[in-house]
C-alpha cells in the first residue's frame, strides 16, 4: 500500500485539484447548494477529525499555528456559503473558473507584499493573463445571464485566497494538515449552519440525500488533506498553480453535465491555467 506522504507533491495536488473540482460539481448538482452545504461540511468535519487521530503528526494546532488554522477556518466559511450561493446562480464551469482565477489574482500580490516572495516577469505576465481569463470567463457567463452568481463566485475567491495564504502559514509554523484542517472546519461549519439557518435554507435529510452529502463530505476532506500535504511539500507559488488545474477539470465535468461551454469561457479558463503556471514559474 502507498503511503500518502510517500507521494512527490506535484502528484498529490493534481489528485487534490481532481477530487475538488469533483466535490463542487455534487455541490452543484444538489437542487438547493446552500442547503446542502452544512450537511456536507459536517461530514467533511468528522472525516477531519478521524484523521487528525488517525494519522501520525502533532496533535491539535497550539499559538500561532491555531491562530492561523482560525483564520483559515473563517476564510473557509466565507468560501464554502457564497460557494453555494454561486452554483444556484450560474454555470458550474464559469463559477469555478471565476473563482479559482480570481483567488489567484489576490494570492499573488498578498504573496509579494506578506511574504516577500519575488515579483518577476514571467509572474506578472501570468497575472496579467490570469486577469485576462478571468474577465472573459465572467463575460461570457454575464451574457448568459449568470451575473449574480459570478459576482458571488469572486467573493467566493476572496475566501480561497484567505485559506490558501493561513494554511500556507500554518504549516509553515510546524502544523499537521489534517488537525490544522479539522480545526479551520471546525469554525467553517457554524457559520455556514447559521448562516442556513438565517435564510431559512434547509433540506430535508433522507436515505438518497444523506448518501450524496457523505460521498461530497469525504471527497471534500480528501481534496482538501491531499492539496495541504502536497503545499507542505512544493511551497505556496507551486501549490496554487498545480491545484489550479483543476479549472481544467471543472470544466471537463461541465461538459460531462450537459453544459454549454461558450468559446469566451473556453478560451479564459485556458488563460487562467496558463497564466498561473507562468505565476509560478521562477
Same mark, same amino acid.
Given at each position: 500500500m502507498i503511503e500518502v506522504g510517500a507521494l512527490p507533491g506535484p502528484a498529490l495536488l493534481v489528485a487534490s485539484a481532481l477530487l475538488?473540482?469533483?466535490?463542487?460539481?455534487?455541490?452543484? %448538482?444538489e437542487r438547493a447548494p446552500a442547503a446542502a452545504v452544512p450537511w456536507v461540511?459536517?461530514?467533511?468535519l468528522l472525516v477531519a477529525v478521524v484523521a487528525a487521530f488517525r494519522f501520525p503528526g502533532p496533535g491539535l494546532p497550539t499559538g500561532a499555528v491555531a491562530g492561523w488554522a482560525?483564520? *483559515?477556518?473563517l476564510c473557509e466559511g466565507l468560501y464554502f456559503v457564497t460557494l453555494a450561493a454561486a452554483l444556484a446562480r450560474a454555470p458550474y464551469g464559469a463559477v469555478y473558473?471565476?473563482?479559482?482565477?480570481?483567488?489567484?489574482?489576490?494570492?499573488?500580490?498578498?504573496? *509579494?507584499?506578506?511574504?516577500?516572495?519575488?515579483?518577476?516577469w514571467s509572474s506578472a505576465t501570468g497575472a496579467a493573463l490570469?486577469?485576462?481569463?478571468?474577465?472573459?470567463?465572467?463575460?461570457?457567463?454575464?451574457?448568459?445571464?449568470?451575473?449574480?452568481?459570478?459576482?458571488?463566485?469572486?467573493?467566493s475567491a476572496a475566501g480561497i485566497a484567505g485559506y490558501h495564504l493561513c494554511?500556507? %502559514? *500554518?504549516?509553515?509554523g510546524g502544523g499537521a494538515p489534517a488537525p490544522i484542517f479539522a480545526t479551520a472546519l471546525g469554525i467553517a461549519w457554524p457559520l455556514a449552519w447559521l448562516t442556513g439557518r438565517l435564510r431559512g435554507e434547509t433540506a430535508p435529510l433522507t436515505p438518497r440525500s444523506a448518501a450524496r452529502w457523505t460521498l461530497a463530505g469525504v471527497t471534500?476532506?480528501?481534496?482538501?488533506?491531499?492539496?495541504?500535504?502536497?503545499?507542505?511539500?512544493?511551497?505556496?507559488g507551486a501549490a496554487l498553480t498545480l491545484r489550479n488545474t483543476s479549472v481544467v477539470f471543472a470544466q471537463v465535468i461541465a461538459v460531462l453535465m450537459g453544459e454549454r461551454l461558450p468559446r469566451r469561457q473556453l478560451a479564459g479558463a485556458?488563460?487562467?491555467?496558463?497564466?498561473?503556471?507562468?505565476v509560478a514559474w521562477r
Open positions: 475538488h473540482a469533483s466535490w463542487n460539481a455534487m455541490l452543484k %448538482r461540511l459536517l461530514v467533511a482560525v483564520g *483559515a477556518g473558473a471565476v473563482a479559482r482565477g480570481g483567488a489567484l489574482l489576490l494570492v499573488w500580490p498578498a504573496a *509579494a507584499l506578506l511574504l516577500h516572495e519575488p515579483v518577476t490570469v486577469c485576462t481569463g478571468v474577465f472573459l470567463v465572467a463575460w461570457a457567463g454575464h451574457s448568459g445571464g449568470g451575473g449574480a452568481g459570478l459576482a458571488l463566485a469572486a467573493l494554511y500556507d %502559514r *500554518a504549516l509553515a471534500c476532506t480528501a481534496s482538501f488533506l491531499l492539496f495541504l500535504t502536497g503545499l507542505a511539500a512544493t511551497g505556496a485556458t488563460l487562467v491555467v496558463l497564466g498561473a503556471s507562468l
